[in-house]
DNA sequence: GTCTATAGGTGGATAGAC
DNA sequence: GTCTATCCACCTATAGAC
């Protein structure tokens, strides 16, 4: 029984979708109000100010993420399968010739209110912590096999990912995402 | 002997600069007039339009980037060597808490015309081939040491830079970026 | 809550004087 | 080549009717 999106969930989702294809300097509030089917104006009652917007992406977006972990952790055992399903996470903006909302932040961050910096780093750290357990686990149990600190090979991991978006979308060709995620379950085990 | 910079040439390395910190959407020609101590009127002289400079910043950066590699070519006989140079290059927008234009243009990409994202293919193109190069005549010799396809090493590679950049900038913390790269150093050993 | 109307500012770009 | 002056389109944001 899916809730129908109110919309403030409406602008939320659209302007998502914008952000990750054109950063968040590349829209305006008419971007959003032709796609959603309402006026700028109807915009500006939830979201007063652009940087009102920002914020609430990126929130919404760290909290969205967080569940997306805890289902894997919840539904997975095999800490390999874990990043298997990780790395889904990150390809599936790819397949709309998209980067996710993250890596958009991130390069236009010195154009972003401290609140959404903040919120960015939180969310890296979210991934980062995430990871940096998994390879623990696994390597403590079995399911993974690799060397150095788990700390380093978290920062490697994400970095990769994120770096096999902007090559995947610079080249329109989804099959460098994937050559670079399957070197990264190859090293592991 | 330093010939001086024309008009031309200081446009275009103050534009670099405020892609690498804000992205090609985040900035006007107001913005490189006041840095560059011009009017914008005679920045559209050199530049009619944004587009035209946007081609005009790739097209450089791309012979910037050939030079670079040509000279470590030229200057560095071991593998390994070419590589620790080769980070230097992606390091060093990063320490003034930058990205390089490459990324910025990627993820950029869906706004910008279609000779920019063609250029910016290019720009990678080069960059995977001489990295693949390297990668392959450095295990023939034994400068190195991997496993696999030295294509796929060569975008594993790439990719890794990119992201490395994206989390030091976006933690503002340069050791991140180290980490990442000194660990690719580390797995062609 | 959503709209119309509009203010006030900034964007890219051009014309023409010097 | 560089400037002043200016155009027009678009942007963010607000006021007020419905």
Redesign the pocket.
Known sequence: MTKTKN?AELILDTAQSIVQDVGFNGF????IAEKVG?????I??YF????DLGEALIVRYRKSFISAIDQIDSETQNNLEKFRKFILIYKAPVQECCTCMGVMFATDLATLSSKVQEGLAHLFTANLEWLERVLDQGRRNGHLNFEGAANVRAHQFLASLQGAQLLAKSFRDLSRFDMIADGLISALT
Not at 28 to 31: A, G, M, Q, T
Not at 38 to 42: E, G, N, P, Q
Not at 48 to 51: G, L, Q
């Open positions: 919309t305006s509030y008419s971007h309402i006026r700028t104006a109807s500006h009652y007063p100010s652009k940087e």
